[in-house]
């Protein structure tokens, strides 16, 4: 077991959704077991099921701390992990400024709709130099492979410059991850 030399509450976005390919649902696992060996504490949707599910009981199983941030709608649905410490919360934005806030740094897994307004809320509040926290992109699989090319189409053609190309850093494992946010 690696212990980092100063615990980060890790706040991890990523997909609920049940139909995924194991390939991401491994790499959840992965990371949850990886932040709790390296002595961080998770931060996530609350979640049971799809990736924060896997990413979750992946860390309690390693006697992680978990923090979940959840919708009072989803917990009443029966969608909330058991076993750790849950904020509950009534609306959306509560929740993304809990997970915002209780995280030291951010890393986005593949996800929807919901991952990715998260993580880019994150983007745009570093760039407005709200906080300086760091900000990782697991591209599992190549998933945020068109999301990246996006963001340099944006560099290229001035919508964002240059001098925030440093706001974000991309990863290919779990691992390499966790690596660039304790060396942030």
């Known amino acids: 077991m690696t212990l980092s030399p100063r615990p980060l509450a890790v706040t991890v976005y990523c997909s609920s959704s049940r139909q995924l390919a194991p390939v991401y649902t ?8 990886l932040i709790a060996q390296r002595g961080h504490s998770l931060v996530y949707g609350g979640g049971n099921i799809g990736l924060m599910g896997a990413l979750a009981r992946a860390a309690l199983a390693e006697g992680g701390q978990v923090t979940g941030v959840i919708l009072k709608d989803f917990l009443d649905r029966g969608y909330a992990q058991d076993g750790h410490e849950m904020h509950v919360v009534t609306d959306m934005r ?6 915002e806030e ?5 890393i986005a897994l593949p996800g929807g709709f919901g991952t990715i307004e998260e993580v880019s809320e994150v983007l745009a509040l570093k760039q407005l130099g709200f906080h300086a926290k760091p ?11 068109p999301l990246l090319s996006l963001f340099d189409r944006a560099f ?5 410059h240059e001098r925030f190309r440093d706001v974000y850093r991309v990863a290919d494992t779990p691992q390499a991850a966790l690596d660039l946010i304790e060396t942030a």
Not at 26 to 33: C, F, P
């Open 102 to 106: 209780l995280g030291d740094a951010y």
């Open 26 to 33: 491994a790499e959840a696992e992965v990371l949850g077991r």
């Open 135 to 145: 900000i990782v992109f697991v591209n599992t699989n190549g998933f945020f492979s």
């Open 94 to 99: 509560a929740r993304k400024q809990g997970l």
């Open 156 to 160: 290229e053609e001035a919508f964002i």
